[in-house]
């Protein structure tokens, strides 16, 4: 008799989802036009129409921004703007389940995650950057640093609402205020903070949350009235904003994609490695900038850990993501799966050996399996490219230097993982990785307090801890 | 309209989480600025420092080991109970200090958002106090700030609400717990502010509160073995030499301050630096 | 004997198998543990997992006031653990020092309990310490008296002095001893062995030398049966089945106070092991006051609302 466990939803009662939204602009909801619908990716239903942002709205909202800017939040002390964050943070705390259900039927994502990581972790940004308010003169910037006016923030699909928090807690702290735009297919938690900042009596245009497409995106980015653009998403699109904004006087922060490797030796604990090859890559679908898609084996234990692997991979429950059990949700998506497809087909025709433990599919929304391929080499597209999705690729090393040649031969270097019992090795492994988060016996660890972002083409500058403050402070730098 | 009679409050004592009499029955009556009866609050002995210093140590493991969010989480709360609890504190102090109304307000106000500020440090503290070092040699080597363990403290005459807090909230932000003695003549907003603590989900010895008499109480701070240091900000400067004297015996480290400031948190918090070996 | 062909009874081979073993990450088997135990087990699978945990218990007691008197009332409980409704299946086992084991066969065997055996603690449980003549008495005597089942401890003290070799060998004695006539759990006490690291060369260890089961715990001793003790005591038993192709059995112990508990063992058993280890004849549950809880969620889930101890009998 196995042990099958029985469906334990999580209840959908907790969220009430308008069949409309329009954007939230100086400090009040106002109507918006040209509305395109919000799917959720597990069942295709339709969540809700959104409206699609253009010249008028932008400008309303960065106009809304620079007023705030000017005759509010620019004369406020930082005390006090701290503790609009702090309310902020509290009323997340208890909106919590409500944030979380929201977020996965936009996402995807398990609700388990939405629950115990994005959700926590979204407050916590906010806790954190709230007590930095007033406490600037500490940030290693001079003794009084200066915000930099109204930011434009573009954030992408696959953390919602941790993204917004990355973006808009350490801006307001440091006196900014904000233009926000959150991805096209994921707003639904965007637009559930604009009622949290109601509730904080945020003043009226600090944040301000503008929903649409590119199009949208790029009237942020080429607005005059935007001082500074923190973009979260590809290194195509990053590239593109980088040439938009160079004869401009605009400060630019990105972070963009990764192909990070996890790097194992044959001194790693066997078993929590294994987890941690499975939590850096399938965790969130894969759709993660830092995910660990390129796994790196020693070989001398190559076999016994894809053996180990495979095993656990059978474990992986894939299903409805409202469900408590689930470990992978839904791709978010019918574009992405179709990226996803096209790359693992990639894989086939490039000649490495595809494997997926079995797996039922629900019939409707868009799925992808967890799939590995082996016997990939550094010239294979599976290697190079992001896929952005749950398909890890294997390579082999012999030493620990031929490791590190591996891990760092790619233009992107957001992140890294060693795995090793050896601490002088680890060290000396991070010592020598070319990216900007390393883990080490461990994978997808985030912190308020801890600088996230990436090397070479993964991006510019840092979001967290003291180092991320200086994305929103006037800095040294005349560029 | 009839002539009420109100319930006056009994103020006790707070340790490890509990509110109990002097074990030595003694009182010592406070007055308001007026100089009509107020209270009776305990005169504490030192056997009463003695079981606050062992509730004090008892705690302390754990309270270091929360991590910093959660402290900084814990002081947020405390603020949020002292905020919505205002109009009790502003009153006492009106009645013991005979301050106006508006200076009494400020105080609180000022209690709330210092505590605020405290909060914020609770995670930040590491990035100021803490380093990685760039030693001459293949090793990795950094410097972080850890708690002390019990730090006993003499909280200032005036303010009684704002010095009180100036006192305790660096010392326990970075994972320290206190035992710490009250104004003197105006420790009622000192005891009012235990009931705060007793709501806030602050562990039972973090913060453990005497009232009583300064030249009583700290020569037993200064000699106490199981106390690692102290704060003598609220002693008359006449006592502060032989208070050094008396802590000698195991090195405590002793300092006074005047101000907030996150020089204060650094100072009940050693740095310890490691050595690890990077290579192959 | 062979064992399984992994050590040839040398202390050097011994040191080699243990010391060739990956460590465990504290960290990261700890979060293993604590993702598991967010699942979520609720209507059908809830009540399976009720009444399966009921057949894994090992209804135990062991106190120094322990009477003739106190474990009849024990078997009785072990064979029909609630006298109101026949449905719920009898325990997996009844857990008492070895000379109280006559007594519970007997009464066991009255009651129409002889599907029920009886499982003694031995080799001078809980503390381990006394010569190796007495632990091999303590043991003859617990079969001769009808134990079907024998907990034996291991030292600790040669343990962690690294003589890894004298924990071996006293294992294979006291399987010798047992034969036939009765399986052998070994007892860790995990709580003393402190580190996973530990927990997993004793596991090696302990199935290399022939036990039958491992079991975290004395019962005595905290922390005892804790999630992530077990789950990398169940990893173990994955490895040594792959390599040997036998399934040992585990048993944790103490700690596991009510249903919440039980299942999460039984999910550490499932995404671990595999179904094939959810039966009482490769996982166990130490435990006395486990039952009650276990028959209250039971009326719990047939009635529909909360029950109390006043409908569950004492003993």
Redesign the interface.
């Known amino acids: 008799m196995s042990f099958e466990y029985a469906p334990a939803p999580e209840s959908r009662a907790v969220v009430s989802i308008k069949p409309k939204y329009g954007h939230f602009i100086g400090g009040k909801f106002v109507a918006g036009s040209k509305h395109f619908p919000t799917v959720n990716p597990a069942t295709e239903e339709i969540l809700s129409q959104i409206a699609l942002a253009g010249k008028a709205e932008v400008d309303a909202a960065v106009n809304a921004a620079r007023k705030a800017y000017t005759t509010t939040w620019s004369k406020m002390s930082g005390k006090e703007r701290g503790k609009y964050l702090y309310r902020i943070a509290r009323i997340m705390q208890e909106r919590a389940r409500e944030f979380a259900v929201l977020e996965t039927l936009d996402n995807g994502k398990p609700i388990r995650e939405s629950r115990d990581t994005d959700i926590p972790l979204a407050a916590a940004h906010f806790f954190y950057h709230a007590g930095w308010a007033d406490k600037l003169e500490y940030a290693g910037l001079g003794t009084s640093p200066k915000p930099l006016g109204v930011a434009g923030q573009i954030i992408p699909w696959n953390f919602p609402l941790l993204m917004l928090a990355w973006k808009v807690a350490p801006a307001l702290a440091a006196g900014n205020t904000v233009v926000l735009k959150p991805a096209e297919s994921t707003p639904l938690t965007a637009l559930l903070f604009a009622e949290v900042c109601q509730q904080a009596e945020l003043p009226a245009g600090v944040v301000n949350i503008v929903t649409g497409d590119g199009s949208t995106g790029a009237l942020i980015v080429n607005h005059p009235g935007i001082d500074k653009i923190a973009f979260t998403g590809s290194t195509e699109v990053g590239k593109i904003i980088a040439r938009a904004v160079a004869p401009t006087k605009k400060s630019v922060t990105l972070e963009l994609g990764g192909k990070a490797a996890n790097i194992v030796f044959d001194d790693a604990p066997i078993d929590e490695t294994v987890e941690g090859i499975v939590n850096g890559i399938f965790f969130n679908q894969g759709h993660v900038c830092c995910a660990g898609s390129r796994l790196l084996l020693q070989e001398n234990v190559a076999e016994e850990v894809l053996h180990k692997l495979k095993n656990r991979m059978e474990k992986i429950r894939v299903g409805d993501p409202m469900d408590k059990n689930t470990d992978v949700g839904a791709i978010n998506s019918k574009e992405q799966l179709a990226k996803i497809t096209e790359l693992a087909a990639a894989g086939d025709a490039e000649g490495a050996e595809r494997w997926s433990p079995a797996c039922a599919l629900p019939a409707k929304g868009f799925w992808f399996a967890p799939t590995i391929f082996t016997g990939v080499t550094q010239a294979h597209r599976i290697a190079r490219e992001e896929i952005f999705g749950p398909v890890l690729s294997v390579l082999t090393f012999r030493t620990p230097q031929e490791a590190i040649e591996k891990a760092n031969n790619t233009p992107f270097g957001l992140s890294a993982g060693i795995w090793s019992e050896k601490g002088s090795r680890t060290l000396w492994a991070s010592q020598q990785l070319r990216a900007g988060v390393i883990w080490a016996n461990t994978f997808n660890k985030f912190d308020p307090t801890s600088p996230f972002g990436g090397y070479k083409e993964s991006g510019w500058g840092r979001e967290g801890g003291r180092h991320g403050l200086s994305a929103y402070l006037k800095g040294v730098s005349h560029e | 309209m009839s002539n009420r009679i109100d319930v006056k409050k009994t103020y006790k004592l707070y340790i490890n989480g509990a509110f109990p009499r002097s074990e030595s029955g003694r009182t010592y009556e406070v007055k308001s600025a007026k100089g009509a009866f107020i209270a009776n609050p305990c005169l504490a002995s030192r056997k009463d420092l003695r079981d606050a210093v062992v509730a004090a140590r008892a705690a302390q493991a754990g309270w270091n080991k929360a991590t910093?969010?959660n402290r900084?989480?814990i002081l947020?709360r405390i603020a949020e109970m002292l905020e919505g609890r205002r109009a009790q504190f502003v009153d006492e102090i009106m009645q013991i200090t005979g301050v106006t109304k508006v200076k009494a307000e400020k105080e609180v106000t000022d209690s709330v958002?210092r505590l605020?500020?405290y909060?914020?440090?609770?995670?930040?503290i590491?990035?100021?106090a803490g380093s990685t070092n760039p030693v001459a040699g293949p090793f990795?080597n950094f410097t972080i700030p850890e708690s002390m363990g019990v730090v006993a403290a003499i909280a200032p005459e005036t303010p009684s609400l704002l010095g009180f807090i100036d006192s305790v909230a660096p010392i326990i932000t970075s994972g320290n717990t206190v035992v710490i003695l009250a104004s003197t003549k105006a420790p009622l907003s000192a005891m009012t502010f235990a009931e705060v603590l007793a709501t806030s989900d602050l562990p039972h010895g973090v913060i453990n509160i005497l009232t009583g008499k300064k030249e009583e109480i700290a020569p037993w701070m200064a000699s106490h073995m199981d106390i690692d240091a102290l704060d003598i900000s609220g002693l008359p400067a006449k006592l502060h030499a032989e208070s050094k004297v008396a802590g000698a015996e195991n090195l405590k480290r002793i300092h006074s301050f005047k101000s907030a400031d996150?020089g204060r948190i650094i100072a009940f918090m050693e740095a310890k630096t490691v050595w690890?070996?990077?290579?192959? | 004997m062979s064992f399984y062909g992994l050590v040839d009874g040398s202390d050097a081979s011994l040191k080699s198998y243990l010391n060739n073993l990956s460590g465990v990450d504290q960290v990261g088997a700890e979060a293993r543990a604590a993702m598991l135990a967010t699942r979520s087990i609720k209507t059908s699978s809830k009540r399976w997992a009720i009444d399966t945990a009921i057949t894994m218990v090992d209804l135990t007691t062991l106190e120094g006031a322990d009477t003739p008197g106190k474990v009849k009332a024990l078997c009785t409980k072990a064979v029909r653990p609630d006298p109101t409704d026949s449905t719920v299946p009898s325990v997996g086992a009844v857990c008492v020092y070895n000379d109280m084991v006559s007594v519970a066969r007997t009464h066991l065997d009255l009651i129409g309990g002889q599907h029920v055996p009886v499982a003694a603690v031995s080799t001078a449980f809980p503390s381990g310490r006394a010569s190796m003549a007495v632990k091999i008495q303590d043991t003859q005597d617990a079969i001769d008296a009808g134990a079907a089942e024998i907990d034996m401890v291991i030292d600790r003290g040669a343990f962690l002095a690294g003589r890894y070799i004298d924990v071996f060998n006293e294992i294979v004695q006291i399987k010798h001893v047992c034969g036939d006539k009765a399986h052998l759990k070994v007892i860790f006490e995990t709580g003393e062995l402190v580190t996973y690291d530990n927990v997993r060369k004793a596991s090696f260890l302990a199935m290399a030398a022939g036990a039958d089961f491992i079991k975290t715990s004395t019962g005595k001793v905290a922390p005892a049966a804790t999630p992530p003790v077990v789950l990398v005591m169940l990893e173990a038993v994955r490895d040594f089945y792959e390599m040997t192709n036998t399934r040992i059995g585990v048993k944790p112990a103490g700690g596991i106070r009510n249903t919440k508990d039980a299942i999460k063992q039984l999910v550490l058993v499932n995404e671990t092991v595999g179904p094939e280890w959810l039966n009482p004849k490769l996982f166990r549950i130490g435990a006395s006051a486990l039952l009650n809880d276990l028959l209250m969620q039971r009326m719990k889930m047939d009635e529909g609302y909360y029950s109390s101890p006043q409908y569950v009998t004492m003993d």
């Open positions: 910093a969010y900084g989480q947020y958002d605020v500020w909060a914020g440090w609770t995670d930040k590491a990035s100021l990795y996150p690890h070996p990077i290579g192959l």
